[in-house]
């Protein structure tokens, strides 16, 4: 089976401060991708990477940025945590597509909180 | 960018009646996928739809692609327990990159 670590399950932080959420997997996929959760608005790309030192912007880069150095680790990063950055953060991680989408394998979540 | 609208936001209903919850997009959708989030869990893939009018099944799930590929539906016949949660339908466009879109989803709750 596929096992998609995230570092934290709960993280509580302070305004300004930067924030590093983690995330690993174990099965050698090319693309990972982070989401926000938040009620009523589903999950949201925030960024994903086809590989390793690539990265693309998803739909709400603004205030993130994010770190490939290897294939199974994609860290997020929040440049200056501010308190709309509150929410539930999903990593993912998926196969490349070649023809056919790949189901994406999700982590189990880090809730933080921005105080 | 693209946009999948997911309806409704919420369902209750008593154990043993049926369930459907409706996706739409304003834009032609190469292939649309459909995960399952428990309470508490994290989303897990249930089915991929590829073909214009494709319909398949997993047992009481029954999962369909509309013929114009803008569309889909998941429909749960005699609803269990088993089944809350929020399902998400998520969609691929055309434009051959690998980022999805997500529903915003639609939770399930089941009265025994």
């Known amino acids: 089976d596929v096992k998609v670590t995230q570092s934290s399950r709960y993280l509580v932080k302070r305004t300004g401060e930067k924030v590093f959420l983690e995330c690993v997997q174990d099965?050698?996929?090319?693309?990972m991708f982070w989401y926000r959760q938040d009620p009523g608005l589903g999950l949201r790309l925030i960024y994903f990477?086809?590989?390793?030192?690539?990265?693309e912007k998803g739909d709400i880069p603004e205030g993130y940025s994010v770190s490939r150095e290897k294939k199974e680790r994609f860290s997020l990063i929040l440049e200056s945590a501010s308190t709309n950055q509150t929410s539930m953060y999903l990593c993912?991680?998926?196969?490349?597509?070649?023809?056919?989408?790949?189901?994406?394998?999700f982590g189990d979540g880090t809730r933080l909180s921005i105080l | 960018g693209q946009q999948v609208m997911q309806i409704p936001q919420y369902q209750h209903v008593q154990e043993g009646e049926d369930f459907t919850t409706y996706c739409n997009s304003s834009?032609?959708?190469?292939?649309i996928q459909w995960y399952k989030q428990r309470p508490g869990g994290h989303p897990v893939f249930l089915i991929q739809l590829v073909k214009s009018g494709e319909v398949k099944k997993q047992k009481r799930l029954t999962f369909q692609f509309g013929e114009a590929k803008k569309n889909s539906s998941l429909h749960i016949t005699a609803t269990q327990t088993t089944d809350v949660g929020t399902y998400f339908c998520a969609a691929f466009s055309n434009f051959g990159n690998e980022k999805l879109t997500f529903g915003t989803g639609t939770r399930l709750t089941i009265i025994p």
């Open positions: 834009t032609t959708l190469s292939n």
């Open positions: 099965m050698d996929h090319e693309n």
């Open positions: 993912a991680s998926s196969l490349p597509g070649q023809g056919v989408r790949q189901p994406q394998h």
């Open positions: 990477s086809y590989d390793v030192k690539m990265k």
